[in-house]
């Protein structure tokens, strides 16, 4: 559940009902206090889905490194797992960090970091980890347990 305060006064809540319906959202009970209204609403899953399946092909082929491909693709790929696409979810995923990591080089921005923290964390819930084909953000994955790491310098 997640609250939502509006302030000032509110003369039409069907029209403030229908605005969060629109963006994904289900009213579930609404308090008036003092000089605002409080709104009680949930997630309506099949409205998020449709989103973010709708988005998907408008950012398809895009190449700005600031293009919110990984928000979109990390989050289809936890509808598709859901749906029992798994290869497709690891396609997107794989694709999600390969923007991530570009973008990263311009901005390490701590938000991002945690985008590709759940990123790869989604990515090995998928598939197998393998230490000799990792990069610097699979360390996310790796450093979870205690372990032992040796770095090799090329002579």
């Known amino acids: 559940?997640?609250?939502s305060k509006h302030?000032?006064?509110i003369n039409n809540n069907e029209k403030i009902n229908n605005a969060f319906k629109v963006n994904g959202f289900k009213?579930?009970?609404y308090i008036y206090a003092n000089d605002c209204t409080i709104y009680y609403v949930s997630k309506d899953y099949a409205k998020y889905v449709e989103i973010i399946k709708g988005l998907y092909p408008l950012i398809q082929g895009a190449t700005n490194t600031f293009d919110p491909v990984p928000e979109?693709?990390?989050r289809?790929?936890?509808i598709y797992v859901e749906e029992g696409n798994e290869d497709q979810a690891i396609q997107l995923l794989l694709i999600a960090k390969e923007f991530q990591s570009?973008?990263?080089i311009y901005s390490q921005f701590f938000g991002d970091l945690t985008i590709m923290k759940y990123i790869i964390?989604?990515?090995?819930?998928?598939i197998q980890f393998d230490p000799n084909y990792m990069d610097l953000f699979d360390l996310y994955y790796a450093l979870q347990k205690p372990c032992s790491m040796m770095t090799v310098r090329p002579d």
């Not at 964390?121 to 998928?126: A, G, K, P, R, V």
């Open 72 to 74: 979109i693709y990390s």
């Open 7 to 9: 302030h000032g006064v």
């Open 102 to 104: 570009q973008r990263l």
């Open 27 to 29: 009213v579930i009970n």
């Open 76 to 78: 289809l790929a936890k």
């Open 1 to 3: 559940m997640i609250k």
């Open 121 to 126: 964390l989604d990515l090995y819930s998928l």
